[in-house]
């Protein structure tokens, strides 16, 4: 697999090609993915999250900084399924973290799309596994949002980060429902601007009401307020990072090891339907029934159900020939 054998020396080419291909759903990227899989599971990576603006590219770019000072190479995915061209939010991220684009060991790429029939969270698994097979120690994956999506995404970090910024309390209200739960660090970046404190204190509140055990082997999030743009807070970031990962591979071990239990599940069962679902799809688009059948359902002479049960019936009668 000469795609593959580049990608673990380093090539950066092939890298970005097969990261491309995966973004793309192109179904020949899952041979090289394959290939690449025994080479995974050595990066620590790093998941942030929060509505657009908060300063989650400013955050990561400092990140950047602070990790490659202390001689660590890095992969940086920004998601944003939101921004339907590479412009938009997607090119202030890299504007961004421009700087960092001549340095070699920093690998920084920009996911548009909202994935395939496996979804956003599916494709973003299988990047971060090309980044961890090329070598890279630190993955920082940025997602916009506060969504199911996103919490999808993050539940793949080590580490998951969610940035708000003060006088947020309705925000804080809205995002609770499971996002207080899988959030390991919160930020408060903006520092600069008035609320610091009260914010603090309303999700401190919040925290301590959501029903986290006080118990040794139980992490407890922390709170670190950072002026990004000034680089203000990101050291503490990283310590609070780095006691987050000693907890998870000392005290916390049961704990990260049904978290990768969980990711597995996911990640199983999101190939599974992609693989199912394009399968059937493909099928279905070069079927001349297929309009005639949509047509149908528009006059309203059938329904979904009826259709969906003989579109089935062909599928496994096909399969079953194969
Ligand atoms: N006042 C202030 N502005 C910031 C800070 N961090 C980032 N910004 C600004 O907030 C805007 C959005 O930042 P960006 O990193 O693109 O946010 P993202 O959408 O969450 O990635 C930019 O204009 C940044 O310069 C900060 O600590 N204080
Ligand atoms: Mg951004």
Redesign the pocket.
Known sequence: MEQAEKILNGDVRAAARLIRDIDDGIPSSRQVVKALYPHTGKAYVIGIS????????????QMIQEYRAAGKSLGVI?VDPTSPFSGG?ML??RI?MQRHGTDPEVFIRSLATRGHFGGVTRSTHSIIDVLDAMGKDIILV?T?GVGQDEVDIVTTAHTTII?M?PGMGDDIQAIKAGILEVADIFVI?????EGVEKTINELRTMLEMSCREDSNDKWHPPIVP?????N?GVPDLLSQIEAHKDFLFNRGREYLKERLRKRAFKDLTDTVKETVIAGIMQQLESSESFQGMIDELAEKKTDPFTLCDQIMEVFYAQKEKS
């Open positions: 929060g509505f657009p603006g908060v300063g989650k590219s400013t955050l990561v770019d920004a939010a202030g991220d961004r940025e916009v940035a910024i970046n903006k520092a600069d601007r950072t002026e990004a743009i000034r203000r």
